[in-house]
């Protein structure tokens, strides 16, 4: 969905190293949120924010931290990346408790 | 705890055929229950989505049945078509979204 975007779209990088994954959104909603993606596990909450001044950690947030720059931007960091962070990242909006647009996401490896 | 267990984790149906897939939750608080499709490389889209105080909700083709005391709820897609060849995902929502682990579909021509 060209109204959420994420940079990069794909990373490659090596263990220890400082990352971060950037989401920004036309569409004016208040609420972003970070997912992560693992085969057979679906996806799971990392992080969400409803508006600027306020965030929240999900059910896998170790490891990750966020910053929330503007309503519509709203990073991922990975301080020091490891292996097990490999997977697929995914930025999402919503307008209250409505529909979530997703981002076309960010393929990590971390090797 | 996986709190929305979903299945199967792939199904394999004939064009014009049904896909049926299931999901099963556990937190009775949950009052918002969307199903997403993902085409590989894209992002989760919303598909489909029911609150629980209906029993069945049609858009098209697709369907949802919702089943509040069993704690289950379904997906059923009609005529199914290669296009519908996908990922889809369950979820649940009381404040933030909890998915089931995703099931892949594919449709045979």
């Known amino acids: 969905d060209a109204d959420v975007t994420q940079t990069p779209r794909n990373r490659i990088t090596k263990t220890g190293k400082r990352i971060m994954l950037e989401c920004s959104q036309t569409k004016g909603h208040d609420r972003m949120y970070w997912y992560r993606q693992d085969p057979g596990l679906g996806l799971r909450l990392i992080y969400y924010s409803f508006d600027v001044k306020d965030i929240n950690k999900g059910e896998i947030s170790d490891g990750y931290s966020v910053s929330r720059q503007a309503q519509a931007k709203f990073s991922l960091s990975l301080e020091s990346a490891i292996p097990n962070q490999t997977a697929l990242y995914f930025c999402?909006?919503?307008?209250?408790?409505?529909?979530?647009?997703f981002g076309p996401g960010t393929r990590l490896t971390v090797l | 705890q996986q709190q929305v267990k979903q299945s199967p984790q792939s199904l394999i149906v004939q064009k014009g055929g049904i896909s049926i897939i299931n999901c099963a939750y556990e937190?009775?608080?949950?009052?918002?229950f969307p199903w997403y499709q993902q085409f590989p490389g894209k992002g989760p889209a919303l598909l489909i989505a029911i609150r629980p105080d209906v029993s069945e909700k049609k858009e098209g083709r697709f369907t949802i049945s919702f089943n509040k005391s069993a704690k289950q709820f379904s997906l059923h897609i009609m005529d199914s078509q290669p296009g519908d060849s996908a990922t889809y995902f369950c979820a649940a929502e009381v404040w933030q979204l909890t998915f089931g682990s995703g099931t892949q579909l594919t449709v045979l021509p």
């Open positions: 999402a909006t919503s307008d209250w408790r409505d529909t979530q647009y």
């Open positions: 937190n009775t608080a949950f009052d918002y």
